[in-house]
C-alpha cells in the first residue's frame, strides 16, 4: 500500500485506515509493547521510550519492512491504493536491501505527484485540439457537399 495513515488497534498491530497490518520484523513480541510512547524512525525502527525508575530508556521493538517488486508495471492493483507482486516476480526488502528505500516520516502523509494547474491546462488543450478538429471535419463535410452540388 502507498496509504500511510496508520495506528495501533486494539490487538497492538500497526495497521492502516482499512485495517490492514504493516510488516514488522519483531524484536520484542507485540503483546509485551508498552500502549504508548511508541516512535517510528526514518530507517523504520520502531522504539517505545518507556521510566524504568527514575531513568527513560529508549527500548528496540522492531522494525517496519518495505517492499518494492522488481518491475514496478508487473504489479496488480487491489484497489484502494493496495498492490499485490505476481507470483514470479522479484520482491525487495528494506531489511536486505537498505539502499533501495527512502525514509519513513512519522505522522505525514504522501502527497499527490499531480500537478493540478498543469492537468488542468492539458485538460483545456486537449478540448480545444478536439474541438478545432471536428470544426475541421465539419468544414471539410461542408466542402464535399459544395462540391457535389457543382457537379450535378
Known amino acids: 500500500t502507498r496509504n500511510g495513515a496508520f495506528h495501533m488497534d486494539g490487538e497492538k498491530n500497526i495497521v492502516n485506515d482499512q485495517g490492514y497490518p504493516v510488516y514488522i520484523d519483531y524484536t520484542i513480541p507485540k503483546e509485551e509493547w508498552p500502549d504508548k510512547g511508541i516512535s517510528i524512525a526514518s530507517n523504520g525502527e520502531i522504539r517505545a521510550t518507556v521510566e524504568t525508575g527514575t531513568d527513560?530508556?529508549?527500548?528496540?521493538?522492531?522494525?517496519?519492512?518495505?517492499?518494492?517488486?522488481?518491475?514496478?508495471?508487473?504489479?496488480?492493483?487491489?484497489?484502494?491504493?493496495?498492490?499485490?507482486?505476481?507470483?514470479?516476480?522479484?520482491?525487495?526488502?528494506?531489511?536486505?536491501?537498505?539502499?533501495?528505500?527512502?525514509?519513513?516520516?512519522?505522522?505525514?502523509?504522501?502527497?499527490?505527484?499531480?500537478?493540478?494547474?498543469?492537468?488542468?491546462?492539458?485538460?483545456?488543450?486537449?478540448?480545444?485540439?478536439?474541438s478545432l478538429n471536428a470544426r475541421a471535419v465539419q468544414t471539410t463535410d461542408e466542402i464535399m457537399n459544395m462540391i457535389d452540388d457543382i457537379k450535378r
Open 56 to 130: 527513560i530508556e529508549q527500548i528496540f521493538l522492531g522494525r517496519i519492512v518495505l517492499f518494492t517488486p522488481g518491475n514496478t508495471d508487473s504489479l496488480i492493483s487491489l484497489g484502494e491504493g493496495r498492490y499485490l507482486p505476481p507470483d514470479n516476480g522479484q520482491l525487495y526488502n528494506s531489511l536486505q536491501n537498505e539502499e533501495m528505500f527512502g525514509d519513513i516520516h512519522q505522522y505525514y502523509l504522501e502527497s499527490s505527484n499531480v500537478d493540478l494547474t498543469q492537468s488542468f491546462a492539458d485538460m483545456i488543450m486537449a478540448q480545444r485540439a478536439y
